[in-house]
């Protein structure tokens, strides 16, 4: 059996898509930063916390999406959101869509982007 893949959401992601999130995946290991002590910290922590973890971080902060200071491969994972507005119900749409589309086995280690057209997987090269 595969291991779960654990999720980080950062403090931008709303809390309420924790619960949301966890329903829709139960084998998923889902955590807001406020629920792991990083509330307010800044993005380096939050990175060094998810490496530590083995989480992908779900994110509207197009700073995890900068490939020379997060590289792909360097991480578990980076899932940019790039929808707009980032209300609860923006965010589950965005996320009901890439669960639909995309492989939990795409998703580890690789940097994706999700906006309201598309969704963009780069991969780690090996």
């Keep these: 059996m595969p291991e779960a893949l654990r999720v980080l959401l950062d403090q931008n992601v709303s809390r ?3 619960p949301w ?3 829709l995946r139960p084998s998923w290991v889902v955590n807001h930063v406020s629920e792991v002590g ?13 490496v530590a973890n083995g989480a992908l971080i ?6 995890f999406a900068d490939q020379r200071s997060f590289p792909v491969g360097s991480h578990h994972g980076v899932m940019r959101l790039r929808v707009w507005p980032t209300t609860v119900e923006e965010t589950q749409s965005a996320l009901a869509r890439l669960l639909r589309d995309v492989a ?6 690789a940097l994706v982007i999700v906006d309201r057209l598309r969704i963009r997987v780069r991969r780690p090269r090996i």
Aim: hydrophobic share 50%; no cysteine; charged share 40%.
């Design 16 to 18: 309420e898509i924790a």
């Design 21 to 23: 999130l966890r329903a």
């Design 38 to 50: 990083l509330l307010g910290a800044d993005d380096a922590d939050i990175f060094d916390w998810a």
């Design 58 to 63: 779900v994110t509207f902060d197009e700073d």
């Design 104 to 109: 939990d086995e795409e998703l580890a280690g």
